[in-house]
């Protein structure tokens, strides 16, 4: 199996030991660089809602991020969010990173498609940002189908025909549709609240990030393998699942004991 993931937008910038590799889509990111950072700070900050110290970091890092004066990081272990904190790919050993490598993507609004150990350099830019380029009023529009036929290419080689998704909506949504040709699991994960079962984001983007981990150190290959995951208390729930979204829910006492 395929499984994608959310990047970022913390970032954990410590240097790591370990060999990096070449982004497929590195000179879209270049692209995309320079055309953000034509934009003012202003223009950044209402890009991408966000407050005008953040918008002057970002502004400095579009500015130089051809010179890449901060480096690189293979980018597994450069985002630092919520999903990063359930992967927890600093401690994959070397054999489960290989694997990772072919079987775990990571989308990015700037780079497109990552694999775990692609280098990247400091930035921050959201898949659903309304950056206009020559092929659109967004960056949907830029990628278009570009990321649905990576994927397609990296299902063939490995050998499979099923993508777990385990991004948000914002980035999974640049995911051609059409131009997928793989059957899609989106795994859903339910806390026990006092109206009943419902997904929290916070929880919810901890749980996707450890179900991609709990995938490839397992290395499954099938659907309903996923089914047996039990990471932070979670249980397969049959009765609050749908097709191709099996959903895992667990009570407030064993989101306690997890915490």
């Not at 919520?82 to 990571?106: K, N, V």
């Not at 609240?193 to 929290?200: E, S, Y």
């Amino acid at each position: 199996m395929l499984t994608v993931i959310s990047p970022a937008k913390r970032l954990d910038w410590a240097e790591r030991s370990i060999n990096m590799t070449a982004p497929d889509f590195a000179n879209d990111a270049v692209k995309l660089a320079r055309v953000a950072k034509r934009l003012s700070q202003k223009d950044l900050s209402k890009l991408m809602d966000i407050s005008p110290d953040l918008a002057k970091l970002n502004a400095d890092r579009f500015k130089a991020f051809e010179d890449a004066p901060e480096g690189e990081r293979p980018a597994a272990l450069a985002f630092a969010g919520d999903t990063y904190t359930g992967l927890e790919a600093q401690s994959f050993e070397p054999d489960t990173m290989a694997y990772a490598q072919d079987h775990l993507r990571i989308l990015s609004g700037l780079y497109g498609l990552l694999r775990p150990l692609d280098a990247i350099r400091p930035y921050r830019l959201e898949m659903g940002s309304r950056l206009k380029t020559r092929k659109g009023a967004n960056l949907y529009a830029y990628w278009g189908p570009r990321i649905a036929e990576a994927l397609n290419e990296q299902a063939q080689a490995t050998g499979t025909d099923t993508l777990v998704n385990c991004a948000s909506v914002e980035y999974f949504s640049a995911v051609d549709q059409v131009a997928l040709n793989l059957d899609i699991i989106t795994p859903q994960f339910f806390e026990d609240k006092p109206n009943g079962p419902k997904i929290v984001s916070f929880f919810a983007k901890k749980a996707r990030g450890a179900m991609a981990r709990f995938i490839v150190e397992r290395r499954l290959t099938s659907a309903d393998q996923i089914l047996e995951f039990d990471t932070g208390g979670y249980e397969h729930a049959p009765d609050l699942s749908a097709p191709g979204k099996p959903a895992f829910f667990r009570t407030e006492a064993k989101a306690k004991a997890a915490a």
